[in-house]
């Protein structure tokens, strides 16, 4: 019977993502993805014995590349990093290497520019021109960061800043420090060269342009603190990431990484300060880890549009357990570079608070991809400064809404462009406090569709919006709204069962129907009959298309 029910799941997969990975195992709760870690010879190479020195000026860059490469000639082993402030330029690592960051160790990468190299490699899912990162490695097997030291990417050198988001104090310091203003004033560039890249068109997305046509704007392409490109057997532990000029940890092809106990700090204006990017890797576990981020903080990728299509590497085999995130633009993020798609995916036990949002998973047309098989439990969120679940698939672009259009919605042609967000599993979440409790909305050519919330308490300022979706269940969920709007909007959608769905104040209005494509909606044992107002229909919805039983 085992036998039967195997065959079966590698057909489905067949079916679902092609025979590239027919006999790919079926994973579930309680047969979670298994990642090997790297192994180390014991022994230890210290810099010190090749001539670095703590004293936070001579910079260490030679004296750490030759212990990396010494260790890696004889076999492997530990790279030790003692306490002290080291000062260094952008290092690449070796098979082989553990790169130990002793707890009163602090790793801080040069603010000199010219150290670091313009070089191609990636941005945002796409090839492209960017410096070389502070720390880097390719096509690695068994390596690793791990002590309880501090690596810091001197990013403040690197960023530009928005008026807004400092004190009126800070901007002035800012301006002091030289670099240039934007022609509104609004932004300070940290240099002529970024100023330049940065009013230049399309700079950061011009895929043309090679190194040597890229040097007067050479301080724009920011690097990512840590760039792992197809390695093996990768571990990063205990250490903390912090100040990183764009995104701080970004992993790319990898098979077998591990995260564990990490800590990454960036300011809540760090400009694309993400915490942590998987994208396109394989058998992957993130646990024990403190995220404070400037953009996203746990997020998943594959690629950006027809290139990520193209490379067709879905991120997959993730284990995402007993994780905090702060201050981010999303705790847990897939996308909205999902291009190459991204399946089985477990996050349990995490806790986000002060996010923008707490799950966020964008896209927008002209990715395609599909991402399914997404597994979600026992979250708890605080403070979510807007929705506490999002399924968007109009990021960075403006939905039209039926009040706009009077209804009339244009439904567009599916194409490799399409991408698709189906199969997810989201149980046992606690949120006290967001702007709205959930938005659910898929394109009108390509619905979201088969998403299954049980167990789920929001309080939050509006309640629960469902947009061009099919197949969405949600059971034994309890929302706390404060504004005047219903507790559930629903527009153009079909096949949605709300049961034991309870509003713990009383709602002028419990559910709003809208569109003449909302159909097959069921409300199951809920206190609609508290509500001011229990129901309405508008943009061609009926009375029919809604069944209330108990």
């Not at 979670?32 to 010879?41: A, I, M, W």
């Not at 030759?66 to 000062?87: F, Q, Y």
């Not at 909606?521 to 108990?550: C, M, Q, R």
Request: proline share 4%.
């Amino acid at each position: 019977m085992q036998l039967l029910k195997n065959l079966k799941a590698a057909f489905l997969l067949t079916a679902l993502y092609g025979t590239a990975i027919a006999q790919a195992p079926v994973y579930s709760w309680t047969n979670l993805p298994q990642v090997k870690l790297p192994t180390f010879k014991a022994d230890t190479f210290n810099i010190v014995k090749y001539g670095a020195k703590a004293d936070g000026t001579t910079l260490n860059t030679e004296s750490i590349t030759r212990a990396i490469t010494d260790c890696n000639s004889k076999g492997g082993g530990i790279v030790l990093i003692p306490p002290g402030l080291w000062a260094t330029g952008p290092i690449e690592l070796k098979s082989n290497v553990n790169l130990y960051i002793s707890r009163a160790a602090l790793l801080k990468f040069t603010d000199d520019k010219s150290k670091y190299a313009l070089t191609i490699g990636e941005y945002e899912g796409r090839r492209a021109v960017r410096n070389q990162s502070p720390i880097s490695g390719k096509d690695l097997t068994n390596i690793a960061i791990t002590g309880e030291g501090i690596i810091d990417g001197h990013g403040d050198v690197w960023r530009a800043m928005n008026k807004d988001a400092v004190t009126d104090s800070e901007w002035k310091q800012l301006q002091a420090s030289g670099g240039e203003l934007s022609p509104d004033g609004r932004t300070w560039y940290p240099s002529q060269s970024y100023a330049k890249g940065a009013q230049a068109k399309n700079a950061g997305a011009d895929q043309g342009k090679g190194v040597s046509d890229s040097q007067e704007m050479k301080d724009f392409f920011r690097p990512n603190l840590l760039v792992l490109t197809n390695c093996k057997n990768v571990l990063l532990a205990g250490t903390t990431f912090q100040n990183s000029p764009a995104w701080c940890l970004h992993t790319i092809l990898c098979e077998n990484l591990t995260l564990n106990g990490v800590r990454i700090r960036n300011l809540p204006n760090a400009q694309n300060g993400d915490g942590v990017d998987i994208e396109s890797c394989t058998y992957v576990k993130v646990e024990n880890c403190t995220v404070d981020a400037g953009d996203d903080g746990i997020c998943i990728k594959s690629g950006k549009d027809e290139e990520g299509r193209q490379r067709g590497k879905p991120t997959a085999y993730v284990v995402v357990h007993n994780n905090v995130v702060y201050r981010a633009h999303g705790g847990f993020v897939i996308g909205s570079e999902m291009s190459g798609g991204a399946h089985d995916i477990f996050v349990s036990d995490c806790t986000f608070i002060g996010t923008d949002n707490g799950l966020r998973f964008k896209t927008v047309r002209g990715r395609g991809g599909v991402v399914e098989n997404i597994f979600i439990k026992n979250i708890s969120m605080s403070q979510i400064r807007g929705e506490a679940i999002l399924f968007d698939m109009y990021y960075f672009t403006k939905a039209p809404t039926l009040a706009q259009t009077n209804g009339v919605v244009e439904i567009p042609a599916v194409d490799s462009g399409t991408p698709s967000f189906r199969k997810f599993y989201i149980s046992n979440l606690v949120c006290d406090g967001a702007n709205r409790a959930m938005l659910i909305r898929g394109l009108p050519e390509m619905s979201i569709r088969d998403i299954y919330l049980e167990n789920v308490s929001i309080k939050s300022q509006i309640g629960a919006d469902i947009i061009e979706a099919a197949n969405i269940s949600l059971k034994n969920v309890m929302l706390e709204c404060a504004k005047n709007s219903p507790v559930i909007n629903i527009e153009n959608s079909h096949g949605i069962t709300l049961e034991h769905v309870r509003s713990k104040n009383v709602p002028d209005l419990f559910i709003s129907v809208n569109g003449n494509r909302s159909k097959q909606i069921k409300l199951i044992d809920s206190n609609l009959s508290d509500a001011k107002t229990p129901t309405e229909f508008k943009y061609g919805a009926e009375k029919s298309d809604l069944v209330i039983s108990k």
